[in-house]
């Protein structure tokens, strides 16, 4: 078991472009949770998938995000048309989705810069 | 609406020393409970949890919290800190039956040697 698993670790790109990033979780986790952190702040939530149902989306999750979790395993967070504001720290997250009595295990997180 | 607040930006201790991570939530219902560690230019890593039970948990690193339903806090604790203990502390709470986490805005706990 090696861990919630994100790339890339870093991504810089230019204001209007495209970026996806790629979560794999703990394997036989059925739970996947986006967060976004950004410096000074808490991580906010995005939205989780219970197997491959997207469950629940924040508002913070514009028309411009969107996440996919297609076979139920590994995920991913796209982000069309990127501006200054995204710039920040997306993790991934899973458990084992056994109600909240499991724990929720964090990647290392994929940082964002746009310029 | 859930809500924590962690009301204190920094703390500083003296190495050996007990430290206090204070922390207080709002939510309806009963509330599940964390606390997460975040070193520089990494992940959240799980130190413990409040589901039910006893109000004090022990969790990883020789971490506790006690849980207070009446002051609706639950702070962390530690008898005697170290220099590695340095980093940023989030508090974290979701109401029963929900699969929302809200994180605090972090706590940076610095261990003066």
């Known amino acids: 078991d090696t861990g919630v698993s994100q790339d890339p670790r870093h991504k810089i790109t230019k204001r209007g472009q495209n970026v996806t990033f790629r979560c794999d979780p703990i394997?036989?986790?059925?739970?996947l949770y986006w967060y976004r952190q950004t410096l000074g702040q808490g991580p906010e939530f995005l939205t989780y998938f219970q197997n491959e149902a997207q469950l629940e989306k924040s508002r913070l999750l514009s028309d411009r995000f969107s996440a996919e979790r297609p076979k139920g395993s590994f995920s991913t967070l796209e982000i069309q048309r990127t501006e200054q504001g995204d710039s920040a720290m997306y993790l991934c997250?899973?458990?084992?989705?056994?109600?909240?009595?499991?724990?929720?295990?964090f990647g290392e997180g994929s940082w964002l810069t746009v310029v | 609406a859930q809500s924590v607040a962690q009301p204190e930006d920094q703390v500083n201790v003296a190495e050996g020393n007990p430290l206090t991570v204070k922390c207080t939530y709002s939510?309806?219902?009963?509330?599940?409970l964390f606390w997460y560690v975040q070193y520089p230019n990494r992940g959240l890593q799980f130190l413990l949890k409040?589901?039910?039970?006893?109000?004090l948990v022990k969790g990883s690193y020789g971490f506790e919290a006690e849980f207070n339903k009446s002051q609706t806090s639950f702070h962390l604790k530690k008898p005697s800190a170290l220099v590695s203990d340095s980093a940023l502390y989030f508090c974290a709470v979701c109401p029963k039956g929900y699969q929302k986490v809200t994180f605090g805005t972090g706590t940076k706990l610095q261990v003066i040697p």
């Open positions: 939510v309806s219902g009963n509330p599940y």
């Open positions: 394997s036989e986790h059925n739970r």
């Open positions: 409040y589901i039910t039970g006893d109000n």
């Open positions: 997250a899973s458990s084992l989705g056994q109600g909240m009595e499991d724990t929720i295990y």
